[in-house]
């Protein structure tokens, strides 16, 4: 689906305290390999996650190099390497996610399946950034969104704090009134 459409739609599902307060950004880099880009969402224009694929595979292959030099498995090659090789990719990924590092492809990915889901099997959802998405959705109401646990992931955290500041929800020392 064409980005101007999907912002339409998803910006359109926001709930009142956050519309026009919460943007959906998207961009592509043509002069870089691949073309890759990177995706943003900004309140009161300030950017409040970022999935620049640049930066996330930069510290990615970052961070599977220094997990192979741990492991002493630099050498794919090397029969007696090669688990280890491959593993540090593993577990790369795992701390990618952890930390809430995501690619513009992932979150265009999330909006997209987001779109299609109903605003429970959203929350539940097994993927972040369905479930931060889903914290600023209008089919979320305050009385539900209070009784949510803390979510564990970084960005959803994040997302969740930011509706519930929104909606007058949290007060200045962060405490649920």
Not at 29 to 49: C, M, P, S
Request: glycine share 4%.
């Amino acid at each position: 689906m064409q980005w101007s459409k999907l912002k339409k739609q998803i910006e359109s599902r926001l709930c009142n305290a956050l519309k026009s307060r919460i943007t959906y950004h998207n961009t592509r880099y043509r002069d870089t390999h691949d073309q890759v880009g990177r995706g943003w969402v900004t309140f009161d224009n300030e950017i409040i996650h970022d999935f620049c694929t640049v930066n996330r595979g930069y510290q990615y292959n970052s961070l599977a190099n220094d997990i192979r030099k741990q492991n002493d498995a630099l050498d794919w090659r090397n029969p007696e390497q090669q688990d280890e090789y491959y593993k540090a990719y593993k577990i790369a990924e795992r701390e990618m996610e952890k930390q809430g590092i995501h690619n513009q492809y992932e979150f265009y990915n999330a909006i997209e399946e987001f779109i299609n889901l109903s605003i429970d099997d959203a929350l539940s959802s097994t993927n972040p950034l369905i479930r931060a998405i889903a914290y600023f959705d209008s089919r979320l109401g305050k009385r539900r969104l209070v009784k949510l646990k803390e979510d564990e992931s970084i960005i959803a955290r994040k997302f969740q704090v930011v509706r519930l500041k929104a909606g007058g929800i949290f007060d200045r020392r962060g405490n649920i009134d």
